[in-house]
């Protein structure tokens, strides 16, 4: 399992690359990666949760 300090140093590298591209995360997004990095819900409700959020936008 990782640590909050590997997640978060992990995240903080993938937003870098988002800003490069453009790109960002909303706080609901960045809080689902967390979750699914930190081993809080599983790949399977990650990919629902992500969908969700994708079609609200």
Sequence with gaps: MRTIDQVEKALKSAKGSLAVEGLS?????????????????????????????????
Excluded: C
């Design 25 to 57: 995360l909303n706080s609901k997004q960045e809080q689902l990666v967390k979750d699914q990095l930190l081993g809080r819900i599983s790949h399977k409700v990650f990919i629902e949760k992500a969908l969700e959020l994708s079609a609200n936008e």
